[in-house]
């Protein structure tokens, strides 16, 4: 069973930065696609950024390109989102998750197969 446990959510002011980070349980960490997700209150799910199994290829969601980077520690089974020019509607709670089919679906949260609990980030104005 694969456990994922996200940290470093808070609050901040906007033009602020933040580092999320998710440690995974498990040997096989290095061997998955990660990502991040967020959702708001009243809104969907909505996917943030991914990461391959090596850390070679990253995909961003267009609304966070340019400020937000994802990247991962085999050897410490972590993967970050440092986050910076934040912005009041980043507001939300981010997860990370881990994906085994290797077969594309980065940006498509049914594709994931664990969760961590998440961690709150409010971006205030």
């Known amino acids: 069973q694969v456990q994922l446990v996200e940290s470093g959510g808070g609050l901040v002011q906007a033009g602020g930065s933040l580092r999320l980070s998710c440690a995974a349980s498990?040997?096989?960490?290095?061997?998955?696609?990660m990502g991040w997700f967020r959702q708001a209150p009243g809104k969907e799910r909505e996917f943030v950024a991914a990461?391959?199994?090596?850390?070679?290829?990253?995909y961003y969601a267009d609304s966070v390109k340019g400020r937000f980077t994802i990247s991962r520690d085999n050897a410490k089974n972590t993967v970050y989102l440092q986050m910076n020019s934040l912005k009041p509607e980043d507001t939300a709670v981010y997860y990370c998750?881990?994906?085994?089919?290797?077969?594309?679906?980065?940006?498509?949260?049914?594709?994931?197969?664990?969760w961590g609990q998440g961690t709150q980030v409010t971006v205030s104005s």
């Open positions: 990461i391959s199994w090596g850390g070679a290829i990253t």
């Open positions: 998750a881990e994906k085994r089919n290797p077969r594309g679906g980065e940006r498509v949260a049914g594709m994931y197969n664990y």
């Open positions: 498990g040997r096989t960490f290095s061997s998955y696609a």
